[in-house]
């Protein structure tokens, strides 16, 4: 069918205004790009925007030669990681049991579980309950507390109760044990909401800043959001950059505390900016079978 004037008029201003907001979306990301390859000190002089104007890899070279920054990034990385492999182990287990008709007590433990996320005790509470685990100094801060997710398991358990209950009936009369009809039924079936998941705890997880800022006490231990989130606030209250020892703005040659920011911040975006593409076909089909099927 030919399309009209109106739609012509319509399918050109459509897709104008979405490669505008494509755009302005996409820039600060390239600008920040950008800052990171050129040298501080051109930088600072203004007129960056479009390319490197002095090209340089010494921002990124003086970034992971900071042992506090390879030290951080390890620690993001075996969190994300962690959290990803525990959180859709617990989540897995817990979704299919909630996922058994039969299952004595269902009503009552889904309600529970909902009811205790309408409350939270606030910050002092919930440190204090950490610092009575011990977690305030230890690694797995960033683990345990973060292995259940009432939203994750609502998602992954409406995705299970949509398959057809037949197949667990099926494989329970072949003599299959529970953990075989999971692993070899249900988890095969639901590989678009498990990357989603997957997805979700794993950004949140890498961009995480505020656990290791406010509950974790010791500072070797803090992940890479956390030590980007102090290396900013400390160029924002002093003209000073830290990269191994203190040196000042002005006995810098080639780089300053903005350009070694921006590196920076590539060096921790990169991973997911890289890692989502495998997932994106996933993504939008695993939310909406999570959310819309039951």
């Known amino acids: 069918m030919k399309e009209t004037t109106g739609q012509k008029l319509f399918n050109i201003f459509n897709y104008s205004f979405l490669a505008l907001l494509g755009i302005i979306t996409f820039y600060p990301f390239w600008y920040v790009l950008v800052a990171s390859f050129n040298t501080g000190r051109d930088f600072i002089r203004g007129g960056v925007w479009l390319y490197p104007r ?26 994300t ?9 617990f989540t897995a287990l817990a979704a299919y049991a909630m996922s058994v008709k039969t299952l004595p007590g269902k009503t009552f433990m889904s309600f529970f579980w909902y009811f ?20 305030t100094s230890s690694f797995w801060l960033y683990i345990i507390p973060s292995i259940y997710s009432f939203y994750n398991f609502i998602l992954l358990r ?3 109760a949509a398959i057809p209950y037949e197949l667990r009936e099926s494989a329970q009369l072949d003599g299959a044990s529970e953990w075989t009809i999971l692993s070899r039924i249900y988890l095969p079936l639901s590989k678009p909401i498990l990357a989603t998941l997957t997805l979700f705890i794993g950004v949140g997880k890498w961009n995480d800043w505020f656990t290791g800022a406010y509950y974790q006490a010791k500072t070797e231990l803090y992940p890479a959001a956390t030590v ?16 191994g020892q203190e040196t000042t703005v002005g006995s810098m040659t080639s780089y300053t505390s903005m350009s070694l ?11 997911i900016v890289i890692i989502y593409p495998f997932l994106q076909k996933y993504y939008v089909k695993g939310v909406m079978v999570g959310s819309v099927k039951g």
């Open 81 to 89: 990681v962690l959290c990803c492999l525990s959180g859709l182990m």
């Open 158 to 160: 409406t995705n299970f």
């Open 261 to 271: 920011q921006m590196a920076f911040v590539m060096i921790l975006t990169m991973p």
């Open 54 to 79: 002095e090209f340089t890899l010494e921002n990124y070279s003086l970034a992971f030669r900071d042992e506090r920054i390879l030290t951080s990034l390890g620690i993001s990385v075996s969190a």
């Open 228 to 243: 980007l989130q102090k290396i900013l606030s400390e160029a924002t209250a002093s003209s000073q950059v830290k990269v």
């Open 116 to 135: 205790t996320t309408i409350f939270g005790g606030g910050m002092i509470p919930y440190y204090m309950v950490l610092r009575g685990l011990g977690l």
